[in-house]
Structure formats: structure tokens, C-alpha cells
């Protein structure tokens, strides 16, 4: 590999794909040691490039990691079919409660949160794939691929064939002085 250059804001290199399969690896490594944030670490090691992958494989990743993120009302949601049902059945019972002298308001509350439910995980669903189709067939297509976290982010971009720009940001300034050190040839 190339030497590996420290920048204000963290490290730039270029090398081969294999070159930056391995950097990444021992990113990872010293993530492990300085980073307190133990989801950061599974994200980035979700994202990182592997030997065994190629550019497509971080473009789908790159692309997954920057849409919308999963939200509790998917886990909620239990199918259009099911919400639907459920919603419909509440509302016969609100009608069987006007019929008896009852209030529905209960019963049509319950209905339209499973309308809402329903609503909710779908439009989540059809903005993550909106999203990740734009990320992929637009953004990727004039951007390096990258990663962001509160505490670093990464961009990887191919240069020329075989070769690709590594860069890594590091906010904090103990970090990227620990990962400069570390990483000092």
C-alpha cells in the first residue's frame, strides 16, 4: 500500500482493493480499543469492505446504511391483511355499540390506529426504498461511497483501475490522534 498520509480531519490512502480490505480490518481493530460507541463499531463493520466483495457489494451497503433507518411502527405492524382485518372488525363493533346504546369512540380509535399502523410501516417501507434506489442509480454514481458516524466517517472511492482513495474523518481530536499514531508507519 501507498503510504498512508494524516490529514487535519484524519488519514487518506490509496491502494488496492486488497490493500483496503485489510486497512479496514485493522480500523476495526482500533475502533474496538478507542470507540466507546459499541453500535457504531457493528455498523461500520456491517459497511466495511471485505476481500471476498467488490464495489457493488459497498454501493448496496453504502446505500442500506444512508435510507431511513427501521422504525418501531414496522415492528408493529403485523401485515396489510392482518391491520385491515383487525380494523374492519372494530369497526363492526363500534356499529353493534351505536346499536346497543354504547359509545364507539373506543372501538374507532382502535380501528384507526391499525389504519395508522398500516399506513405507518408502509410509507416507512416505500421512503426506504425510494431512498435506497436514489443512493444507487444517482448519488453513488458521482460520490465516493461512504459511512458516517457521530465519531468518524469514511469515504471510498475508485480512482483508476485497481486502485481506490480510502479516507477516514475522525471528529474527535484524542481518537484521530490515537488512530494516527497507531496507523504511523
Request: proline share 2%.
Amino acid at each position: 500500500m501507498t503510504d498512508i498520509e494524516k490529514t487535519n480531519s484524519g488519514l487518506k490512502t490509496v491502494g488496492s482493493w486488497h490493500e483496503i480490505t485489510e486497512l479496514c480490518i485493522e480500523l476495526e481493530n482500533l475502533f474496538e480499543e478507542y470507540v466507546e460507541d459499541e453500535e457504531e463499531i457493528d455498523r461500520y463493520d456491517d459497511w466495511r469492505p471485505r476481500e471476498e466483495e467488490d464495489e457493488k457489494d459497498v454501493q448496496e451497503k453504502t446505500a442500506e446504511e444512508a435510507a431511513i433507518d427501521h422504525k418501531q411502527i414496522e415492528d408493529d405492524f403485523e401485515g396489510t391483511k392482518e391491520e385491515l382485518g383487525d380494523a374492519e372488525k372494530k369497526l363492526i363493533e363500534s356499529l353493534h355499540d351505536v346499536l346497543n346504546g354504547k359509545s364507539p369512540v373506543e372501538d374507532l380509535q382502535e380501528a384507526v390506529k391499525d389504519i395508522e399502523i398500516l399506513i405507518g410501516a408502509k410509507s416507512v417501507d416505500s421512503i426506504r426504498k425510494i431512498e435506497e434506489a436514489i443512493y444507487k442509480r444517482l448519488m453513488l454514481k458521482f460520490n465516493p461511497y461512504y459511512f458516517d458516524t457521530e465519531d468518524f466517517s469514511v469515504n471510498l472511492d475508485h480512482e483508476k483501475k485497481g486502485e481506490y482513495v480510502f479516507c477516514i474523518n475522525i471528529t474527535d481530536e484524542a481518537l484521530r490522534s490515537h488512530i494516527q499514531e497507531e496507523l504511523d508507519p
